[in-house]
């Protein structure tokens, strides 16, 4: 038990937010806090596996991603997409031969923060295993850990509701004791009216498990744009019902995310005037 000014002589940085990888996310006033849970929701293929990658990637911090779901061989795939900006099809070809598999582990070697760990169906302790083998190796916590995906995280549960709970208890267990950010993907009851490639609200979430996260992503996506609210958000703005969503452009031959790029309209042409030539010019090049 600590008096109230005691508690300022704790680990500090326990409250800070990973660097910033998007500024869309920055524009949304999304932050990824270490020391609590992150959950990104949507339906099966609506873009939580291309999100929690590429930010896990792009971060650049220590990184513990355990895979349920993915495959070794499409996770290696999709990593070696985002890093070199090839296409994934390519990639999967060339990847099986002795040559392409050097040169993908050349590219995947710029991202040697990211530890992976495939595990079908982790217990509590499987996941503590885990955590304490990247400790070993590492020297220190990860300061982020994402769990792909909450719904196979239900090894011994009696149902699916009370291991839903139990597990969101275990990971935020985990952020708490370990300083981490836990980004866990989990899915949302599809129906409701609510169309497959907007995010929907915070009470689509499957389960209901959304007392813990201090922070949920209701996610969607099209072929070449991915979709994003904060229907939750203790640190910022939240839009419980995912009315306003923001945006960020998807590669759909990579599956990278990047911030958007602004286009001028088509039907938007600059005048030809001679004396304003090398005005607009300018503008385009850096309108891109």
Not at 21 to 39: C, G, I, L, T, W
Request: aromatic share 8%; proline share 7%.
């Amino acid at each position: 038990m600590l008096s109230l000014h005691r508690s300022l002589d704790g680990d500090l940085t326990a409250g800070d937010s990973l660097p910033s990888v998007y500024k869309q996310f920055e524009n949304a006033d999304v932050q990824f806090p270490r020391s609590s849970v992150v959950m990104s929701a949507g339906r099966p293929g609506g873009g939580k596996s291309i999100l929690a990658l590429d930010h896990a990637i792009k971060v650049g911090v220590p990184t513990l991603y355990i895979s349920c779901d993915m495959s070794r061989f499409t996770l290696a795939t999709r990593a070696a997409a985002v890093l070199t900006g090839e296409p994934t099809s390519g990639i999967k070809d060339l990847i099986r031969s002795p040559d392409g598999r050097e040169r993908y582990r050349v590219a995947l070697k710029k991202a040697d923060h990211l530890y992976l760990a495939y595990e079908k169906r982790p217990s509590a302790e499987d996941l503590e295993d885990v955590i304490n083998a990247f400790m070993e190796r590492w020297g220190c916590a990860p300061h982020l850990i994402v769990v792909d995906n909450l719904m196979n995280l239900l090894p011994n549960a009696a149902d699916e509701w009370s291991g839903l709970r139990e597990m969101s208890h275990v990971l935020d267990y985990f952020a708490d004791e370990l300083g981490s950010c836990v980004h866990v993907l989990h899915h949302i009851n599809i129906g409701n009216g609510v169309a497959l490639d907007r995010p929907a609200g915070m009470d689509a979430v499957k389960g209901k498990v959304v007392e813990l996260p201090s922070l949920i992503l209701s996610v969607a996506k099209t072929e070449t744009e991915f979709r994003f609210a904060a229907v939750k958000n203790r640190n910022g703005r939240e839009d419980p019902m995912a009315h306003n969503p923001y945006s960020l452009d998807l590669n759909p031959t990579t599956l990278a995310l990047s911030d958007p790029q602004y286009k001028p309209p088509t039907y938007w042409t600059p005048p030809r005037s001679p004396e304003y030539a090398g005005f607009w010019a300018d503008d385009l090049a850096r309108a891109g």
